[in-house]
Structure formats: C-alpha cells, structure tokens
C-alpha cells in the first residue's frame, strides 16, 4: 500500500462502512469484489469497522462474514457499540432512548399512520405485521416479536424504526420529525424509514468513541455512506466518500463520490484508497 494521507494531513489508519445501500449490494448480499477488498485492506494494516442503522443481531453474520470480530461495531445509528465474541454480542457502549420519551414518540407516530418497530438489545417488537414491518424483517432476516400491546412490558429501546409504508408516506414522516418529544432525535436511513435515537448520538459520536479505544481519531479514517444518517461521520472522517447511489444531500457532504452499491462502489473506493492519496 502506498502511504495515503487524508485530506486533513493525517495517515489513513482505517474504514468505515455504512452496511445497507454501501457495504450490501442491492440484493442485500455482499458482493465477491467488496469482500475481496475488504480483505485487502485489513491485510494493508487498515482497520476496517462497520457502521449502521441495524440492531446489533441484524450485523452479527455480516460482521462473522467479513471476519470483522477483532474490533468495535456501531449499531443502531450509534446507540450501541458491540464486539461479536464467539457469535455473541458483548456491548462496549450503550445509549438507549429514555423510555418515557420512546413511549410519546410512539404514540406519535402511530396518529400518523406510520409502522414502527421498538428494537431493544434482545430483537424487536411490533404490534402487527403491516407492510412496512414485514418489509423491514425480510431486508435484515431479523422477524420482530408481534405485541399487541405494545408498549406495555417492553424495556426502553435503543431505537424506533418508523416506516412509512409506501412513497406516499414520507411527508407524515418529516411531520413527525418536527415533532419529537425533548431527548429524540430522528435519521433517516432511508427516504421511508425515520430512525429515532437518543438526542446527540449518531455515527459520528459512536465512532469518535470507538477510534480513540483503538488510540486513534475518526480523522484518521475513510468513511463510506449512502443516506442522511451518514453524513455526521462522513464530514467528521479525514475521507468522506459517497456511494454512486447516495442522496443529494450526502453527495453534497462527502469528499468524494464512488461508483453505485450494484457496481461494486465499495469496492472500487477500498481500491482507490489503497492505491493512494
């Protein structure tokens, strides 16, 4: 690997990876190009972390298939930060939604019509089975647990995940974002799906935290992302670089552009970064 340099000066130590719409191809796999790269760059000495909307259990087989275990991996926007130990999750940190807050945010969201899943450490849990939900289930072969009553007995969650069932529902989602109870936060990683948190988390915050466990700093990685609820780390990473596919806005944010998760963007962005500055 050629010495590189970020655009901050500093040597580039790692990378992040967005999993959804980045790492994952449209079909939701990994391609072979982006598994090989990967591999590459960890035998460069880089360290190559994963970043995501997903709850810890939805990660657990992409992070067993790219051998990622050695290092920290970032859940839930940022919520939670994990190790996968023996196929089990272990937490190095945590900030879940305070439950009185998760509890008004529901409600909230169900006056609008939107779907939303409570996803806490140990899976998720809706009360039905609408469209948005089994959709969400059939994308990271995590199915939730169905609870009509929710949110009676359940234990404060990390996040909620509002789904608007089709393209016709996002205006409700942004509607509801203007309205979030004190101490919520909303993302969207997708143009219908809002994902709340805990007010201050993101990528961002999780990774600074993570890089310096390593004795290192955000600034010294490239970061790869493709929605809004990137673009904390992409501006804070020494490389932000925006997939083919990504939204304007996060075009607008990253440092450079890459080819679309159906053309082995990630892959070709590994490469470039390992070619050199």
């Not at 340099?5 to 191809?25: F, P």
């Not at 590459?40 to 994963?50: F, N």
């Not at 900030?95 to 807050?101: E, G, V, W, Y």
Request: aromatic share 4%.
């Amino acid at each position: 690997m050629n010495t590189n340099t970020d655009h901050k000066g500093q040597r580039l130590q790692g990378i992040v990876l967005d999993v959804d719409g980045t790492l994952l191809d449209p079909e939701h796999r990994i391609a072979p190009a982006t598994a090989a790269a990967v591999r590459r760059a960890r035998s460069a000495g880089l360290h190559v972390l994963l970043a995501s909307g997903r709850s810890a259990r939805a990660m657990v087989d992409v992070v067993a298939e790219l051998e990622l275990d050695d290092g920290p991996t970032i859940a839930f926007n940022g919520a939670l930060t994990f190790r996968l130990e023996d196929g089990a999750i272990h937490a190095l940190a945590e900030t879940p939604l305070a439950r009185d807050a998760a509890v008004e945010a529901l409600a909230l969201a169900r006056e609008r019509g939107i779907e939303v899943g409570w996803f806490t450490r140990d899976g998720w849990r809706a009360s039905a089975l609408g469209p948005g939900i089994g959709e969400e289930a059939g994308l990271t072969g995590e199915p939730p647990l169905l609870e009509p009553g929710l949110p009676d007995g359940a234990p404060a969650p990390f996040k909620l995940m509002c789904i608007a069932a089709d393209g016709d529902g996002s205006p409700a989602l942004h509607a509801l974002r203007e309205r979030l109870p004190p101490g919520v936060s909303g993302q969207f990683s997708h143009p219908r799906y809002l994902e709340l948190i805990a007010a201050g988390v993101d990528k961002a915050s999780a990774l600074d935290a993570a890089c310096a466990a390593l004795g290192l700093s955000l600034a010294q990685f490239a970061a790869l992302g493709d929605q809004e609820n990137d673009i904390a780390m992409l501006r804070a990473a020494g490389i932000g670089i925006a997939m083919g596919n990504a939204e304007p806005a996060v075009i607008a944010a990253a440092d450079r552009v890459t080819d679309t998760n159906a053309r082995d963007g990630a892959a070709r962005a590994i490469d470039a970064l390992l070619d050199g500055p």
